[in-house]
């Protein structure tokens, strides 16, 4: 070692003792000790100099005299130099780290200087952070492994600093100085300087002291060489005849440091496929290299992810699955395995912090290159790409076992189609297990890419709904391959998400899909029925998970179904059938929507030909919150009042501006009047006569002369000025009427935004039809009928919340229309009539107005029936006569069935009642028409939803009502109306029609005008239009039209019926908003309250305690109580539900069930014991029992038929039988 080397090396240990005497003592005296040194110290001297060296720590006194000889060795191990690494890369490091020092210093005062609760103390932390993670990043690109964990232990106590006190932030500063010049000592000196670096890493001075422990382990890595050096040794032996590309590859980018060989074994040449295969693949992941590093560095460059960085995220996901459809489509394994391995990386990473995402971004900027590599050579690629996959950097590394299983697929390269079919009968799961269809989402999931998966698999799910129902119809090639791609993407996003039970049955599909398309066959129809059935479930596990419904409990016999499908494809036992029809694109049919009257449009819900879909270019979407959709229309509407209030302040100004120009011609007229006096009857006076003027004014002195001329120039001035002022009130009056023109220029703009705003609301129909068609698919699988559900007008906007409201009744009315409205298989082919129903839901626009029209071809409405039954009830009277119409009306009302009998659809009486009530709350009507033997049509209009309501305002005494005109019919003016009184009955004539009179002060309970209502000519009158025809209205006066914002009334303020809300006029004032056909039917119904309240008779009673059965759900379990609860609802019943037997036990004191369906397992009190208690009480001995139980072993069984129970269910349970034994129950035949 050369004097000026020992001279450095000594500087460089002096400054380490003086920092550590008790650890740097022995490495001081170490050096003395070498023989490099001229004149090198002896034993004696030596273990002298150790002794003092330790006078500084008390705490090392007893070392003192340690043997010296320990020191010596030392010293002799210094003479094996240790090389870390070449001296370029070493001179790189420390480099790097002396440029460093400048900007920790900085950071470290900060730190110290400032309080834990100032920004700028965090800034500092995350300063400091990025410049250690600089140094870390440089030791793992020159192999320095001791130093990566030197900068990982810094970060570590750094973090631990930000909890300390200012006191030992101050001692803690020490070594957060230091720890930087210890490590270029050590990198100058590694033999001396690693223990030295490490004995100060265990100063008790640091908020987190090193380990003994970690230590050691640390004290070998800082003596090793650099493993990026090894490495290089190991690649320089290997062969010469490697690929091109794979040399282009930086080797310190490939990293074998420290991991277990594998065992590969590889003869021959890997197969990949045909070349023409391979040249695309390659172009493929040419191309993506790029996006993938773009998308990259977009969430590596700073903290926590933000939602730019989330997209990022995504985007990188959705580039690495693009990837793996590629390799899936090659038969390649292997590299499908490494594209879900860096997905689940990916995954990781989302929440990860910014040194773990920098750590990671090598292997990650790496993958690709080695895929390629694999491609193009893949022999000698396989063990680089799977040690790759092994390295630490990686957030979730693959283990030796994942490691082994990984080369064996890359290895054995691309399986062929017969390999791939082998492998898949071979492979695939039989049975059917509950954990392959859960919904259950993970809980590190990134909530960005929830969100965007929660917003497309609706349309998805839908989207195959629909290719299946037109497979069913006519099975073309090309609906096949459309409805394989959708199951392909489902599967693809569900498995990014982690939701198995979508990903499994979605799986299976596309797989039978493949089949039929790549061999042309068409599914035979219990196929078809199987893929209606998944694709049904699929939509309603969607619903469950935007949480609109409950799991389906069938879809674990429904994945099993498919799973039996698939199989026997993979077995090749499908039924052979004819091939599909292979309809050229350009002869593909669609129906275009087509004009009805007024404003309908017309959309048959058939699928769209690949034409179709290919021409129209996919419209961009943002995703707002529901809260600021929330907020902006809130704002809407107060600006929508503001513009109001600046309209009637406009229009007094102007009225105001008018009555001052009226004033300023009476005032001219004055001032004409003032100048004739003082200036004609003076001055022209004594012009005109001068003798008399002369005689008449000897009598004036001089100062009366003066004071006339004075009168004579203020005049003339005050005329002046009343002529100023008439030119600036010409001024005023041309400003408001520019502001005027302004005013109805914003006041448009103003309406066009409340438009735009209302469109963030609206959804087209579409989004319910699949939703509808499952309905008619599920009412004609249990009444055996078949129907055609023709839905027109699926592009017609409607409000979102009014479309998920509207949902339910048209399930009702479409329930109803099948099993009632159409006749059986059997009675319309007597008939003559098509065996399939039709049934037809047209959605349009009339004015402000959505109308919903259904129609079916069916037998319509057995009015003799219907009038029997209201006589049975009390409701009319044999002698009364009534209009079909009032007839039709009568099914609307609570309890009102004809049916004889109850099923699993109807004879409950609650259907028609429900839909009447629910259209009623969305403000709309219900109309009824029915032709005998031709079929039935309900009309329902519902006002579409809007920021402003068109409002005509009246006055009734004292008081100001506004009446939305969308109900209002005519207002007729005063004298325009022909009255006549039959007894004590007064009606109103217009034209050749009759309409009841109404006083709106009577209806209203408030004092009206003192005149009386016998001059009723000289009173306005308001037609209103009600679902029972049109009522003619008396108000006192006729005042203004505007368009105002409907407020409600707040939770605060009970439901006044026939007050639809409030709203503020211009002027300030509050004015309520009426709805005039509710107010007309209270009025009705207060008349009819004896008839409607009468209860019953036991006749119409089914069993029980009420007119709707109930069903009593005893199950521990909330998931099943759930969806036995919707299942059971859906069907029309009540439930109750109690958690287990005690409970139950409780509530049947209140309410007796007529059915109870019951576990067997369960805390307190189980199925069994509950059933022994309810037979062994006499009012309860016959109830109805359906155990349902996760128990198949004849043993449960023979237990449960002991203790008394009806039927033993075992789940999954059948939906259809479980609703049919409970009609049997109901019907007294259990």
């Given at each position: 070692?050369?004097?000026?080397?020992?001279?450095?090396?000594?500087?460089?240990?002096?400054?380490?003792?003086?920092?550590?005497?008790?650890?740097?003592?022995?490495?001081?005296?170490?050096?003395?000790?070498?023989?490099?040194?001229?004149?090198?110290?002896?034993?004696?001297?030596?273990?002298?100099?150790?002794?003092?060296?330790?006078?500084?720590?008390?705490?090392?006194?007893?070392?003192?005299?340690?043997?010296?000889?320990?020191?010596?060795k030392q010293g002799a191990a210094a003479n094996e130099s240790i090389e870390l690494a070449a001296p370029d890369v070493l001179e790189l490091v420390c480099s790097q780290i002396t440029d460093s020092t400048e900007g920790l210093s900085a950071a470290l005062e900060v730190c110290v200087s400032m309080e834990n609760d100032n920004p700028a103390f965090l800034e500092a932390i995350e300063d400091y952070t990025n410049k250690v993670q600089e140094?870390?990043?440089?030791?793992?690109?020159?192999?320095?492994?001791?130093?990566?964990?030197?900068?990982?232990?810094?970060?570590?106590?750094?973090?631990?600093?930000?909890?300390?006190?200012?006191?030992?932030?101050?001692?803690?500063?020490?070594?957060?100085?230091?720890?930087?010049?210890?490590?270029?000592?050590?990198?100058?000196?590694?033999?001396?300087?690693?223990?030295?670096?490490?004995?100060?890493?265990?100063?008790?001075?640091?908020?987190?002291?090193?380990?003994?422990?970690?230590?050691?382990?640390?004290?070998?890595?800082?003596?090793?060489?650099?493993?990026?050096?090894?490495?290089?040794?190991?690649?320089?032996?290997?062969?010469?005849?490697?690929?091109?590309?794979?040399?282009?590859?930086?080797?310190?980018?490939?990293?074998?440091?420290?991991?277990?060989?594998?065992?590969?074994?590889?003869?021959?040449?890997?197969?990949?496929?045909?070349?023409?295969?391979?040249?695309?693949?390659?172009?493929?992941?040419?191309?993506?290299?790029?996006?993938?590093?773009?998308?990259?560095?977009?969430?590596?460059?700073?903290?926590?992810?933000?939602?730019?960085?989330?997209?990022?995220?995504?985007?990188?996901?959705?580039?690495?699955?693009?990837?793996?459809?590629?390799?899936?489509?090659?038969?390649?394994?292997?590299?499908?395995?490494?594209?879900?391995?860096?997905?689940?990386?990916?995954?990781?990473?989302?929440?990860?912090?910014?040194?773990?995402?920098?750590?990671?971004?090598?292997?990650?900027?790496?993958?690709?290159?080695?895929?390629?590599?694999?491609?193009?050579?893949?022999?000698?690629?396989?063990?680089?790409?799977?040690?790759?996959?092994?390295?630490?950097?990686?957030?979730?590394?693959?283990?030796?076992?994942?490691?082994?299983?990984?080369?064996?697929?890359?290895?054995?390269?691309?399986?062929?189609?017969?390999?791939?079919?082998?492998?898949?009968?071979?492979?695939?799961?039989?049975?059917?297990?509950?954990?392959?269809?859960?919904?259950?989402?993970?809980?590190?999931?990134?909530?960005?890419?929830?969100?965007?998966?929660?917003?497309?698999?609706?349309?998805?799910?839908?989207?195959?709904?629909?290719?299946?129902?037109?497979?069913?119809?006519?099975?073309?090639?090309?609906?096949?391959?459309?409805?394989?791609?959708?199951?392909?993407?489902?599967?693809?996003?569900?498995?990014?998400?982690?939701?198995?039970?979508?990903?499994?049955?979605?799986?299976?599909?596309?797989?039978?899909?493949?089949?039929?398309?790549?061999?042309?066959?068409?599914?035979?129809?219990?196929?078809?029925?199987?893929?209606?059935?998944?694709?049904?479930?699929?939509?309603?596990?969607?619903?469950?998970?935007?949480?609109?419904?409950?799991?389906?409990?069938?879809?674990?016999?429904?994945?099993?179904?498919?799973?039996?499908?698939?199989?026997?494809?993979?077995?090749?036992?499908?039924?052979?059938?004819?091939?599909?029809?292979?309809?050229?694109?350009?002869?593909?049919?669609?129906?275009?929507?087509?004009?009805?009257?007024?404003?309908?449009?017309?959309?048959?819900?058939?699928?769209?030909?690949?034409?179709?879909?290919?021409?129209?270019?996919?419209?961009?979407?943002?995703?707002?919150?529901?809260?600021?959709?929330?907020?902006?229309?809130?704002?809407?509407?107060?600006?929508?009042?503001?513009?109001?209030?600046?309209?009637?302040?406009?229009?007094?100004?102007?009225?105001?501006?008018?009555?001052?120009?009226?004033?300023?011609?009476?005032?001219?007229?004055?001032?004409?009047?003032?100048?004739?006096?003082?200036?004609?009857?003076?001055?022209?006076?004594?012009?005109?006569?001068?003798?008399?003027?002369?005689?008449?004014?000897?009598?004036?002195?001089?100062?009366?002369?003066?004071?006339?001329?004075?009168?004579?120039?203020?005049?003339?001035?005050?005329?002046?000025?009343?002529?100023?002022?008439?030119?600036?009130?010409?001024?005023?009056?041309?400003?408001?009427?520019?502001?005027?023109?302004?005013?109805?220029?914003?006041?448009?703009?103003?309406?066009?935004?409340?438009?735009?705003?209302?469109?963030?609301?609206?959804?087209?129909?579409?989004?319910?039809?699949?939703?509808?068609?499952?309905?008619?698919?599920?009412?004609?699988?249990?009444?055996?009928?078949?129907?055609?559900?023709?839905?027109?007008?699926?592009?017609?906007?409607?409000?979102?919340?009014?479309?998920?409201?509207?949902?339910?009744?048209?399930?009702?009315?479409?329930?109803?229309?099948?099993?009632?409205?159409?006749?059986?298989?059997?009675?319309?082919?007597?008939?003559?009539?098509?065996?399939?129903?039709?049934?037809?839901?047209?959605?349009?626009?009339?004015?402000?107005?959505?109308?919903?029209?259904?129609?079916?071809?069916?037998?319509?409405?057995?009015?003799?029936?219907?009038?029997?039954?209201?006589?049975?009830?009390?409701?009319?009277?044999?002698?009364?006569?009534?209009?079909?119409?009032?007839?039709?009306?009568?099914?609307?009302?609570?309890?009102?069935?004809?049916?004889?009998?109850?099923?699993?659809?109807?004879?409950?009486?609650?259907?028609?009642?429900?839909?009447?009530?629910?259209?009623?709350?969305?403000?709309?009507?219900?109309?009824?028409?029915?032709?005998?033997?031709?079929?039935?049509?309900?009309?329902?209009?519902?006002?579409?939803?809007?920021?402003?309501?068109?409002?005509?305002?009246?006055?009734?005494?004292?008081?100001?009502?506004?009446?939305?005109?969308?109900?209002?019919?005519?207002?007729?003016?005063?004298?325009?109306?022909?009255?006549?009184?039959?007894?004590?009955?007064?009606?109103?004539?217009?034209?050749?029609?009759?309409?009841?009179?109404?006083?709106?002060?009577?209806?209203?309970?408030?004092?009206?005008?003192?005149?009386?209502?016998?001059?009723?000519?000289?009173?306005?009158?308001?037609?209103?239009?009600?679902?029972?025809?049109?009522?003619?209205?008396?108000?006192?006066?006729?005042?203004?039209?505007?368009?105002?914002?409907?407020?409600?009334?707040?939770?605060?303020?009970?439901?006044?019926?026939?007050?639809?809300?409030?709203?503020?006029?211009?002027?300030?004032?509050?004015?309520?908003?009426?709805?005039?056909?509710?107010?007309?039917?209270?009025?009705?119904?207060?008349?009819?309250?004896?008839?409607?309240?009468?209860?019953?008779?036991?006749?119409?009673?089914?069993?029980?305690?009420?007119?709707?059965?109930?069903?009593?759900?005893?199950?521990?379990?909330?998931?099943?109580?759930?969806?036995?609860?919707?299942?059971?609802?859906?069907?029309?019943?009540?439930?109750?539900?109690?958690?287990?037997?005690?409970?139950?036990?409780?509530?049947?004191?209140?309410t007796r069930p007529n059915v109870m369906l019951v576990d067997m397992e369960m805390p307190r009190m189980n199925g069994l014991e509950l059933t022994a208690h309810v037979r062994a009480n006499q009012a309860t001995q016959n109830l109805p029992i359906f155990m349902i139980t996760s128990r198949t072993t004849e043993k449960h069984r023979e237990q449960a038929n002991t203790a008394g129970v009806n039927a033993y269910l075992t789940k999954p349970?059948?939906?259809?039988?479980?609703?049919?034994?409970?009609?049997?129950?109901?019907?007294?035949?259990?």
């Amino acid at each position: 070692m050369a004097a000026r080397e020992l001279l450095e090396t000594f500087f460089g240990t002096v400054v380490a003792y003086l920092q550590r005497p008790a650890s740097a003592s022995k490495v001081l005296v170490s050096f003395v000790l070498e023989h490099q040194w001229p004149t090198p110290l002896d034993k004696e001297a030596a273990s002298l100099l150790l002794e003092r060296l330790l006078e500084r720590t008390t705490s090392e006194k007893n070392q003192a005299a340690a043997p010296v000889e320990e020191c010596a060795k030392q010293g002799a191990a210094a003479n094996e130099s240790i090389e870390l690494a070449a001296p370029d890369v070493l001179e790189l490091v420390c480099s790097q780290i002396t440029d460093s020092t400048e900007g920790l210093s900085a950071a470290l005062e900060v730190c110290v200087s400032m309080e834990n609760d100032n920004p700028a103390f965090l800034e500092a932390i995350e300063d400091y952070t990025n410049k250690v993670q600089e140094i870390w990043e440089t030791a793992e690109m020159a192999g320095l492994s001791g130093l990566q964990e030197i900068c990982t232990f810094v970060n570590d106590n750094l973090m631990a600093f930000a909890g300390l006190e200012q006191a030992a932030k101050t001692v803690a500063k020490t070594y957060f100085v230091g720890w930087p010049l210890s490590v270029l000592e050590y990198l100058h000196a590694p033999q001396i300087g690693a223990p030295s670096l490490v004995s100060f890493m265990q100063e008790t001075g640091w908020p987190a002291p090193l380990e003994a422990e970690a230590a050691n382990n640390l004290l070998i890595l800082l003596t090793k060489p650099s493993y990026k050096e090894s490495h290089e040794a190991q690649v320089s032996e290997t062969p010469t005849n490697e690929s091109a590309a794979f040399e282009a590859i930086a080797p310190e980018e490939i990293l074998v440091h420290d991991l277990t060989p594998l065992e590969v074994s590889i003869v021959g040449d890997i197969p990949l496929g045909n070349a023409e295969g391979l040249e695309i693949l390659i172009e493929s992941l040419e191309s993506t290299k790029e996006d993938l590093a773009t998308e990259l560095n977009k969430f590596m460059t700073h903290g926590p992810l933000d939602a730019g960085d989330a997209e990022a995220l995504e985007n990188y996901t959705e580039l690495v699955q693009r990837l793996y459809t590629v390799f899936e489509m090659l038969g390649l394994e292997g590299l499908q395995t490494v594209c879900r391995f860096v997905i689940d990386n990916i995954k990781a990473l989302s929440k990860a912090e910014l040194a773990i995402r920098k750590k990671a971004k090598k292997v990650l900027e790496t993958w690709p290159d080695l895929i390629l590599s694999y491609v193009q050579s893949p022999t000698p690629s396989v063990l680089k790409l799977v040690n790759h996959l092994r390295q630490p950097m990686w957030t979730q590394p693959l283990t030796d076992e994942k490691a082994q299983a990984l080369a064996s697929q890359l290895v054995a390269g691309s399986t062929t189609e017969e390999d791939a079919e082998e492998a898949a009968a071979h492979n695939r799961q039989i049975q059917a297990q509950p954990e392959d269809v859960s919904l259950t989402i993970p809980e590190d999931i990134n909530q960005e890419l929830l969100d965007a998966y929660l917003q497309e698999a609706p349309q998805h799910a839908g989207e195959f709904s629909a290719c299946i129902q037109n497979i069913i119809q006519e099975a073309e090639t090309q609906e096949i391959e459309r409805a394989q791609r959708i199951a392909h993407t489902l599967k693809g996003s569900s498995n990014i998400i982690g939701i198995k039970g979508i990903a499994n049955i979605a799986h299976h599909l596309e797989d039978t899909l493949e089949y039929l398309a790549k061999h042309q066959v068409v599914p035979p129809k219990d196929l078809t029925d199987t893929m209606v059935e998944a694709a049904d479930c699929l939509e309603i596990m969607v619903d469950a998970l935007l949480g609109t419904d409950e799991p389906p409990p069938q879809a674990l016999a429904v994945l099993q179904s498919v799973l039996d499908w698939a199989n026997r494809i993979d077995q090749g036992k499908l039924d052979d059938a004819s091939p599909p029809k292979s309809t050229p694109v350009a002869q593909t049919k669609a129906t275009q929507p087509t004009s009805q009257p007024a404003t309908e449009s017309k959309a048959e819900t058939k699928g769209k030909s690949a034409t179709e879909v290919a021409a129209g270019t996919p419209e961009q979407f943002l995703r707002v919150p529901t809260k600021t959709i929330d907020e902006l229309m809130r704002l809407v509407g107060e600006l929508s009042i503001s513009v109001g209030q600046i309209q009637e302040k406009l229009k007094h100004v102007i009225q105001s501006q008018r009555t001052l120009t009226e004033q300023d011609l009476i005032l001219h007229k004055k001032t004409f009047e003032l100048e004739n006096l003082v200036d004609v009857r003076g001055i022209t006076g004594i012009e005109t006569n001068p003798k008399q003027a002369l005689e008449e004014t000897k009598d004036f002195d001089p100062l009366e002369f003066e004071q006339y001329n004075e009168l004579h120039s203020v005049a003339h001035s005050f005329i002046e000025s009343i002529a100023d002022n008439r030119e600036l009130a010409i001024s005023v009056r041309e400003d408001l009427a520019s502001l005027e023109t302004m005013f109805i220029h914003q006041e448009r703009l103003n309406k066009e935004f409340q438009a735009n705003i209302m469109t963030t609301r609206m959804v087209s129909v579409t989004t319910i039809v699949s939703k509808l068609q499952r309905n008619i698919r599920q009412t004609c699988r249990m009444t055996g009928k078949k129907a055609e559900l023709d839905v027109i007008g699926t592009d017609i906007l409607i409000d979102s919340d009014v479309l998920s409201n509207l949902a339910d009744p048209l399930q009702h009315i479409l329930r109803n229309a099948v099993d009632h409205g159409l006749e059986s298989v059997d009675e319309r082919a007597i008939l003559g009539k098509p065996i399939e129903g039709s049934i037809k839901l047209s959605f349009y626009r009339e004015g402000n107005n959505i109308v919903v029209k259904c129609e079916d071809d069916g037998q319509g409405l057995n009015y003799t029936n219907i009038r029997f039954t209201a006589i049975q009830r009390g409701l009319i009277t044999e002698n009364q006569e009534l209009t079909e119409k009032e007839l039709a009306r009568l099914i609307l009302m609570s309890g009102f069935s004809t049916k004889s009998g109850v099923t699993q659809v109807s004879g409950r009486g609650v259907g028609m009642d429900v839909v009447h009530t629910n259209i009623r709350q969305m403000k709309g009507t219900l109309d009824l028409l029915s032709e005998t033997g031709k079929g039935t049509r309900i009309l329902i209009k519902l006002p579409m939803t809007l920021v402003t309501v068109h409002v005509l305002l009246v006055r009734v005494g004292e008081r100001r009502f506004g009446i939305p005109t969308n109900n209002l019919e005519q207002a007729l003016a005063p004298g325009m109306a022909e009255f006549h009184k039959v007894g004590d009955e007064i009606t109103l004539k217009r034209g050749k029609s009759f309409y009841g009179l109404k006083y709106l002060a009577n209806l209203l309970s408030v004092p009206g005008d003192r005149k009386g209502l016998e001059d009723l000519e000289t009173r306005p009158i308001i037609l209103v239009h009600e679902e029972t025809g049109i009522t003619a209205v008396i108000v006192d006066e006729l005042l203004d039209t505007h368009d105002l914002v409907m407020k409600n009334m707040g939770k605060y303020v009970k439901k006044i019926p026939g007050v639809a809300g409030a709203s503020i006029l211009g002027d300030g004032s509050l004015v309520p908003l009426l709805d005039l056909p509710e107010l007309l039917r209270s009025s009705m119904q207060t008349a009819m309250g004896s008839i409607m309240a009468e209860p019953l008779s036991n006749d119409d009673v089914v069993v029980g305690t009420g007119n709707i059965p109930h069903i009593m759900i005893v199950d521990d379990s909330l998931s099943v109580r759930k969806s036995l609860s919707l299942l059971v609802e859906d069907a029309g019943f009540e439930t109750l539900l109690a958690k287990d037997g005690l409970e139950a036990i409780e509530m049947m004191n209140q309410t007796r069930p007529n059915v109870m369906l019951v576990d067997m397992e369960m805390p307190r009190m189980n199925g069994l014991e509950l059933t022994a208690h309810v037979r062994a009480n006499q009012a309860t001995q016959n109830l109805p029992i359906f155990m349902i139980t996760s128990r198949t072993t004849e043993k449960h069984r023979e237990q449960a038929n002991t203790a008394g129970v009806n039927a033993y269910l075992t789940k999954p349970y059948q939906e259809t039988q479980l609703l049919e034994l409970i009609d049997k129950a109901l019907a007294g035949q259990v």
